[in-house]
């Protein structure tokens, strides 16, 4: 069990444990920061709500080690999803990013329209 705690820690903290504290007080625009953010946090703390409201019956229903080892396929797979959609933030300004997103927004804008 102990390898499967460790696998799910480990790929939560390079996933979901950093995305609403650090990347989106980088990706954000300044004028709608505040209130996507506060999404952010507050889907967050509802996913974890839900996961500790569950998880009793899940212990019932199935191996622990087998809960965990979900949990880490779910958040290596959104580890790929993160390092494909998310752009790199080091070395540019809030400007340059937010000038990043413009464009690649407008993209998928475009082909919806």
């Known amino acids: 069990m102990s390898f499967y705690l460790y696998c799910s820690v480990r790929a939560y903290g ?3 444990g950093a995305v609403p ?3 989106l007080g980088e990706l954000l625009p300044m004028s709608i920061k505040g209130l996507e953010s506060s999404l952010a946090t507050g889907g967050t703390w509802l996913a974890d709500a839900l996961i500790t409201m569950f998880m009793p019956s899940w212990i019932n229903n199935f191996n622990i080690g ?4 979900a949990f880490s396929v ?3 797979i959104t580890y790929f999803i993160v390092r494909r959609e998310v752009i790199e ?3 540019r ?3 340059e990013i937010t000038e990043l997103n413009k ?3 407008s993209k998928v804008q475009a082909t919806l329209e």
């Open 14 to 16: 390079v996933t979901w």
């Open 21 to 23: 504290w650090v990347v």
């Open 66 to 69: 087998v809960i965990f080892l």
């Open 74 to 76: 779910f958040d290596i």
């Open 89 to 91: 933030t080091k070395g």
């Open 93 to 95: 300004t809030q400007y």
């Open 103 to 105: 464009q690649r927004y």
